[in-house]
């Protein structure tokens, strides 16, 4: 008889600040795990953010991530993400770049360097922006790729 995969999900606060993400999924036919993605994330508060990641699909996908907004000092961030492919032994995204933050205003530099489709074609981008809090920002938008490549980052 036929039955399906069983999938689980387990999200742990082990501190207030520590967080852990474990997703699985059980194949019935193989009886084995052929999924699954693990992730620790470590948030003091919303402008220091590590992460750290772990993702598997048997014979398509092995990746470790980590990526992360950290202080400085009181006005300089450091912003960056790593994803690496184990089983292609490439990297898929590289992030990496400043902002520094005022009372007033804001300006960021972030350099990303991605695959950009399935045959592999690797692109890269300058990111520029500046930003007058409370009105507008200046330069091609950066956070859709910051909330998308950093866990719990918001703008």
Known sequence: SET?????EAIASLTPKL???LDLRWNEESRQFDKGNIQLQYMPNPYSIFNIGYRYEETTLEQS????????NR????????????????????????EYRSCCWRIRIVNRRYVNDDLG??????YIQFELKGLTSQGESLESVLEHGILGYQN
Request: without cysteine; glycine residues 4%.
């Open 121 to 126: 074609e690797t692109r890269e981008n300058l």
């Open 75 to 98: 006005h300089w961030n450091i912003i960056g993400r790593h994803n690496y492919s184990l089983l292609d032994q490439r990297e898929l995204e590289t992030l990496a770049g400043l």
């Open 19 to 21: 967080t852990t993400r």
């Open 65 to 72: 991530d980590i990526s992360f907004l950290w202080p400085l």
């Open 4 to 8: 399906s995969d069983v999938v689980a």
